[in-house]
């Protein structure tokens, strides 16, 4: 059987992925909670990945561009992204993100994640 494990994000390192994006994440057995810091113009491309994924917005304001439509996400927000669904996200404001993935995002592990590391391309519109 599993045993608990307890983190603090003070105690994570967090992780650089361009000059506008900081990351810090965790795994579970089947979970991934990463905590996302963006500033105001900071741009995720569009992208999809075979993960579940809930994203909390705690503070701030988010734009994500979906196949559906935009949906902008203030603090307290939670938007669903089902599997394989294309997205992008911009950040209106500084914002902070709680991302859960199911199953653990595997490419973030392993670093093949060149989509999140480059610079900032353009202001949030």
């Known amino acids: 059987m599993a045993k608990s494990t307890h ?3 003070a105690d994570i390192q967090p992780e650089a992925m361009n000059p506008l994006v900081d990351r810090q994440y965790l795994t579970g057995v089947k979970t991934m909670l990463a ?3 963006l500033k105001k113009g900071a741009h995720v491309p ?4 075979f993960h579940e994924q809930i994203s909390h917005t ?8 979906l196949e ?3 949906v ?3 603090g307290g927000d939670i938007l669903c992204i089902p599997p394989n669904a294309p997205h992008e996200v911009f950040a209106l404001e500084d914002s902070v993100a709680l991302d859960i993935f199911n199953p653990p995002r595997q490419d973030w592990i392993d670093g093949d994640d060149a989509y999140l590391r480059g610079a ?3 202001p949030a519109k």
Do not use: C, N, S, T
């Open 68 to 70: 559906e439509g935009d």
């Open 7 to 9: 983190y603090r994000w």
């Open 35 to 37: 905590r996302i810091v």
């Open 58 to 65: 705690l503070e701030g304001a988010l734009k994500f561009v």
């Open 120 to 122: 900032p391309e353009e």
């Open 72 to 74: 902008i996400v203030r």
């Open 46 to 49: 569009m992208h999809q990945h």
